[in-house]
């Protein structure tokens, strides 16, 4: 296994403006979580998918977050108009069918100026 | 509702000291237990889990046992390293459909040569 991987690691941008994180799960894992971590805190659950189906979004997603998995493999988290409450780590996770251990990749941190 | 509770940290301790820290959960139903480790700049690592009541889970001299009378999942190591400097992390999977973690705020460990 390659590992979770997640693009980018760092993004910095100014508040208004819209970003992209893309996250790539392990092969053949048919589960991908989104999950928010601010600083001092542990992850909170934003939304995931089974195959290309979104199955539950959390109330913290708000409707300027956007999440797709439209093939049943990598996943798009969109934030439009971001604001300064934004600024968190972005954390991906997969697991394989029928288990649920998830594994986790290394994030991207967002930060609006 | 599922929640957990972790002792706060930072928890600084001399390198080669025993390491216990406290992670309590509030579950509604039977709940898997975790604990993450994220070191610097890192993604979260799985070090262990436990699926059910009185199971120990244990992992590179780490140890958790899954206390159901006392909702607790308290970690534990005979002797610290330095290189176990890290945030720990306590989730659970509330076994609801998703299997989306619930974790705690996390516990920073510092061990000093």
């Known amino acids: 296994d390659t590992g979770v991987s997640q693009d980018p690691r760092h993004k910095i941008t100014k508040r208004g403006q819209n970003v992209t994180f893309r996250c790539d799960p392990i092969s053949e894992h048919n589960r991908l979580y989104w999950y928010r971590q601010t600083l001092g805190q542990g992850p909170e659950f934003l939304t995931y998918?089974?195959?290309?189906?979104?199955?539950?979004k959390s109330r913290l997603l708000s409707d300027r977050f956007s999440a797709e998995r439209p093939k049943g493999s990598f996943s798009t988290l969109e934030i439009q108009r971001t604001e300064q409450g934004d600024s968190a780590m972005y954390l991906c996770a997969s697991s394989p069918p029928g288990r649920e251990t998830q594994y986790f990749g290394p994030g991207t941190r967002l930060l609006v100026l | 509702g599922n929640s957990v509770t972790q002792m706060e940290g930072p928890v600084t301790l001399s390198e080669e000291a025993f390491l216990t820290i406290n992670c309590t959960y509030t579950a509604t139903g039977y709940p898997s237990l975790f604990w993450y480790v994220q070191y610097p700049g890192e993604g979260l690592q799985l070090l262990l889990k436990?699926?059910?009541?009185?199971d120990k889970g244990s992992n590179k001299g780490f140890e958790a046992t899954y206390r159901k009378e006392t909702t607790s999942f308290h970690l534990e190591k005979g002797s610290v390293q330095v290189s176990d400097s890290a945030v720990y992390f306590c989730a659970l999977n509330p076994m609801e459909y998703g299997n989306k973690l619930v974790f705690g705020a996390g516990t920073i460990l510092r061990v000093k040569s």
């Open positions: 998918f089974q195959n290309e189906a979104q199955l539950e």
């Open positions: 436990a699926t059910k009541a009185d």
